[in-house]
């Protein structure tokens, strides 16, 4: 065997014995009477509680798995990545796993946390004014450096097994099962690349599930106008809701397989995520605000329409990221503005007005 070909098999060893060792999410079934008692649940499978602590996890992993099997990582090799934080997180943790150095090009507001968990895996970060300057800045240094550039929102559709193998929908209906609606009506995820949404519609289309895939899309994101338009040169001035939402409409994005796009202002994403926290009395990031905002608006619709049914979402991340930005007072007044009334609105909808 040469050493190129042990290292790499030393590296698909190392994050085998890693994935082993970590145990799958929770589904959480958000305590709403209101809601139970008109026969619709709503549900959150809590990504925050990965080894570091996002849904990204999961991509990272499948990323590193994908590059290694495909003979572009080497012992050494410089693993650069465009990103607004998360993945970034997962991947330098990954790259730290085996011993491969790690840069994160980023977009200078990227919030302060998740730059000091690059830090902690010994990830270097190097910055950007604007989200838009990630892709090719990210393909430069790799260059420079002789590395490789892991491009999340190229490969993310295609590096994760849909048909199973433990990917997030197959986990998804495994924890719905003893559930009194075992298969969801709706599934609704945010995008960023488009590869959890891809894997689960896959997967839903794979298995023959009646369940629909909704994509909760934040304001200055393209990908709505694109699911509606089909026009690949969009473009838009890109998410305040960190994590998801594009200003490109990225390779992993695939449209065919949404069955709904809501549009999500990001005074109702904020809103709706200082509600979810004192629903659960614990934090939780912005786009999982995104979420709950079009969880509650397909509640409501069948609730009108005299449906039952459960909805399932995911908590993508933990608002312990956040709290010099979405959680400063003085922060969020500034972006987005006083959100008071659009929180009692939010309160509302969840208690079922």
């Not at 060893?13 to 999410?25: K, M, W």
């Not at 495994?174 to 075992?182: F, G, I, L, S, T």
């Not at 999500?264 to 995104?290: F, K, N, Q, W, Y």
């Amino acid at each position: 065997m040469s050493t190129s070909h042990h290292w790499t098999h030393r590296a698909l060893a190392l994050i085998a014995a890693d994935h082993c060792r970590s145990a799958d999410t929770h589904l959480i079934a958000l305590p709403l009477p209101v809601w139970q008692a008109r026969g619709i649940d709503l549900y959150l499978k809590d990504e925050s509680t990965h080894p570091t602590g996002s849904l990204k996890h999961r991509l990272a992993r499948s990323l590193f798995l994908y590059a290694l099997c495909n003979g572009w990582l080497r012992e050494g090799t410089t693993v650069v990545e465009a990103s607004s934080g998360s993945t970034a997180v997962s991947e330098a943790y990954f790259a730290l796993l085996l011993g491969l150095p790690f840069v994160a090009v980023m977009p200078r507001n990227t919030s302060q946390e998740k730059i000091d968990q690059i830090h902690f895996h010994q990830g270097h970060c190097h910055f950007v004014e604007t989200a838009g300057e990630v892709y090719e800045t990210a393909r430069q240094i790799a260059q420079q450096r002789g590395g490789y550039y892991m491009d999340q929102f190229t490969y993310a559709e295609r590096a994760t097994d849909w048909r199973g193998n433990n990917n997030i929908a197959q986990s998804i209906f495994d924890q719905m099962a003893c559930e009194r609606h075992a298969v969801p009506r709706w599934i609704v995820v945010g995008a960023g690349t488009g590869g959890t949404s891809a894997t689960i519609g896959r997967y839903l289309r794979y298995v023959g599930h009646d369940t629909q895939l909704c994509v909760a899309d934040p304001a200055g994101s393209v990908f709505a106008s694109y699911h509606r338009e089909r026009d690949a040169t969009a473009t838009a001035s890109g998410s305040r809701i960190e994590g998801i939402g594009r200003p490109r409409v990225e390779p992993s994005f695939i449209p065919t397989l949404i069955d709904r796009m809501v549009e999500v202002a990001d005074a109702d994403s904020i809103a709706a995520m200082h509600e979810l926290c004192a629903l659960l009395g614990r934090r939780v990031g912005p786009s999982t605000g995104t979420n709950l905002v079009a969880m509650l608006i397909l509640a409501r619709e069948m609730h009108a329409r005299g449906d039952t049914g459960a909805i399932v979402s995911l908590l993508c991340d933990s608002g312990e990221r956040y709290l010099k930005t979405y959680f400063d007072a003085d922060w969020s007044l500034a972006l987005f503005g006083d959100i008071g009334a659009t929180r009692e609105q939010i309160q509302a909808h969840l208690h079922g007005a």
